[in-house]
């Protein structure tokens, strides 16, 4: 099978981010379980919002980024038995390409460099299964799509759901 899977959300912990960094900075104590089914920068207060919303501009943001529980020996086992790509819209955070490059260097060498798709949209992948978190990116791929449980996406339906790489391991190998 030829297999996508997207970053942020999927293997990289965006979103913890988010939340780490804004209780830094504000000195609060905002957690994950308080953001359910929204956005974080929609969970802060309307002043703080705009900063959260750049988060992702800085640069280190996406180097910095803690790998999803279990996605390392997860998409480890995939990569022997399929076609494995990484499919990311780095484009809309042009300092990212850099720094997702080298964080995938890091916890993901097995995955060569001619599998790496930074893009924009992802309506132009062709292939088997797309695991995603973001629905809108599943809504028009023409496989399998699987979408990965996050905290804002949790209140979403209408595709197959994946909670944890464990989940993805048994309906993929």
């Given amino acids: 099978m030829v297999i996508y899977v997207d970053m942020d959300e999927v293997i990289a912990d965006t979103y913890g981010a988010h939340i780490e960094i804004y209780n830094q900075e504000f000195n609060a104590n ?33 180097r910095n980024l803690k790998p999803i529980e279990h996605s390392i020996e997860v998409l480890s086992k995939i990569n022997e038995a399929h076609e494995l790509y990484i499919a990311s819209a780095a484009m809309q955070f042009p300092n990212s390409l850099e720094e997702k490059s080298d964080w995938l260097d890091e916890f993901f060498p097995f995955i060569s460099w001619q599998n790496r798709i930074l893009c924009g949209h992802k309506h132009i992948l062709k292939g088997d299964v797309l695991i995603d978190d973001r629905s809108y990116n599943l809504e028009h791929f023409n496989g399998r799509s699987l979408q990965f449980t996050s905290p804002h996406n949790v209140n979403t339906n209408g595709f197959e759901r994946v909670d944890t790489w464990l989940d993805v391991a048994k309906k993929l190998l």
């Fill in 30 to 62: 905002l957690t994950k379980q308080d953001c359910l089914g929204n956005e974080v920068w929609k969970m802060v207060p309307e002043g703080h919002q705009e900063s959260v919303r750049k988060h992702a501009t800085r640069r280190g943001f996406f």
